[in-house]
């Protein structure tokens, strides 16, 4: 799944007004050489361009791109050497802009930037769809087209019935549905879920309203909760589903082999195993199911209680078990994500039972 998650730099502000520029740009006017940020900026961040086009200008004039008026002119700082990129380059720094509106810098002999916009939301829907993106990954999920649009499919590996590696220390089978899939496979993995669900989860806590309900279009909807919470809750389920009776955490729920790159439901028929047991996977599970637990306590008590009582389960394992590492056994070829210290897994872990 991805992970991702889906960093961007935000420089940007913007103030003044000035004259009319009667030289209105088309498309193909646009220069690429000078470098803006592509999402756009925050009215109260700093924004800057890079200019990495030769110039004798001086100064720099943003424009709005409604009506062509300009807004905003600065000077142009002297050439600095970008050596990441082997660039020598230019930096227009227009900060002082803060009037939310759609804009185009402009340097002479150079030209101008691609439009741009400065606004408070401007990030939300990179937000959304970045959240969205999780519900594209459900396994054992029908995604209808009145939620997942052109990319609807049907269900695949309902994991329902899945057999136990020997690795694992079990015989039989067992039931493990649900969760996200992850990046370039339909394995479902411990730690790669473990950390994309407790980043969410600190956006949940820093941002509680950041995505109310009804906001990413997901089955769960309208049901009074947030859809983040909502979305997260699909991959808790499943992680809860990967602890032993002892409380210790399986690693991962893959094939043998990678599949084929193929729809979910077309390379759904090849054994699916639960394979290994971790100290990592344990404490990961430790972390994120005491993290939900906080989350869920007003919206499903019971749901809370549960989930705690599966952290600190799994973190009396891992104290029993501090270095249980994991390998790949010899038939088995997808993801090991292997990790010879757990020092930052059991800081974690014993920070969110703490709190």
Same mark, same amino acid.
């Given at each position: ?68 008026? &300009? ?87 309902? $994991? ?75 991959? &808790?389920?499943?992680?809860?589903? &990967? ?48 993290? &939900? ?22 973190? $009396? ?39």
């Amino acid at each position: 799944m991805n992970r991702i998650f889906l960093t961007v730099l935000c420089l940007g502000l913007l103030g003044g007004c000035k004259s009319k520029n009667t030289a209105t740009p088309v498309e193909g006017d646009y220069n690429a050489g000078i470098r803006i940020n592509q999402v756009g900026y925050y009215p109260n961040a700093t924004k800057k361009a890079i200019v990495a086009q030769n110039t004798a200008a001086e100064s720099f004039q943003v424009f709005n791109t409604d009506d062509m008026e &300009m807004v905003y002119e600065g000077k142009l700082s002297a050439p600095q050497v970008w050596e990441l990129a082997g660039e020598t380059v230019i930096v227009a720094d227009f900060s002082e802009l803060n009037a939310p509106g759609s804009y185009s810098l402009y340097v002479e002999d150079v030209g101008y930037s691609f439009p741009f916009e400065i606004s408070a939301e401007v990030l939300r829907p990179a937000l959304k769809a970045g959240m969205k993106s999780y519900y594209y990954q459900r396994a054992g999920y029908a995604l209808d087209s009145a939620h997942a649009g052109q990319w609807h499919r049907p269900a695949g590996h309902a $994991d329902n019935q899945v057999n136990f590696h020997p690795s694992t220390g079990r015989t039989g089978q067992t039931s493990s549905t649900g969760g996200w899939y992850d990046a370039g496979d339909y394995g479902k993995y411990m730690v790669n879920g473990g950390f994309s669900l407790g980043q969410m989860l600190v956006l949940h806590e820093q941002y509680p309203g950041a995505l109310g309900d009804g906001e990413l279009n997901i089955p769960e909807s309208g049901n009074g909760n947030s859809d983040l919470l909502d979305e997260l809750k699909y991959e &808790m389920d499943w992680i809860l589903s &990967m602890q032993d009776e002892d409380g210790g955490s399986f690693v991962k729920l893959t094939t043998k082999n990678f599949t084929a790159m193929k729809l979910p439901h077309e390379v759904d028929d090849i054994p699916r195993f639960i394979i290994g047991k971790s100290t990592p996977a344990t404490l990961n599970l430790a972390a994120v199911a005491a993290k &939900m637990s906080r989350a869920y306590t007003e919206i499903d008590p019971d749901y809370s209680a549960k989930c705690l009582e599966a952290a600190q389960k799994a973190w $009396d394992w891992a104290l029993e078990h501090p270095d249980m590492a994991y390998k790949n056994p010899e038939d088995v070829q997808t993801g090991e994500y292997g990790d010879a210290d757990f020092s930052s897994e059991f800081f974690w872990a014993a920070a969110e039972l703490f709190v």
